[in-house]
């Protein structure tokens, strides 16, 4: 059974650092790519950002430069760094999986199908 918990949300001022991170369990990362997402109340969920079993990734706009993402298969565990954090960036965190696919697209949130149950940031002074 495939297993996904996120962990390092909380509250960070703006300009802050926060790491997230995302345990799995029941598979092995090497041949999944993982995903971080996130909601906030009144909008969609939408990809913050992912990586891919080859190491490709995407980054939304609203965080590049910002935000980067990483993976450490021999723990078995995602990383979302989170700098220069701003108020907007509020919102419940999300990690996802799928099996590595070659498609065009990376980060849409309707073709993972593994989730974490989240994890709530709040940027705010």
């Known amino acids: 059974q495939l297993q996904l918990v996120e962990s390092g949300g909380g509250l960070v001022q703006p300009g802050g650092s926060l790491r997230l991170s995302c345990a799995a369990s029941g598979f092995t990362l090497d041949d999944y790519d993982i995903g971080w997402f996130r909601q906030a109340p009144g909008k969609e969920r939408e990809g913050v950002s992912c990586i891919s079993s080859g190491y490709r990734t995407y980054y939304t706009m609203s965080v590049k430069g910002r935000f980067t993402i990483s993976r450490d298969n021999a723990l078995n565990t995602v990383y979302l760094q989170m700098n220069s954090a701003k108020p907007e960036d509020t919102a419940v965190y999300y990690c996802?999986?799928?099996?590595?696919?070659?498609?065009?697209?990376?980060?849409?949130?309707?073709?993972?199908?593994?989730w974490g149950q989240g994890t709530q940031v709040t940027v705010s002074s």
């Open positions: 996802a999986a799928k099996p590595s696919m070659l498609l065009p697209t990376l980060c849409v949130p309707s073709s993972y199908h593994s």
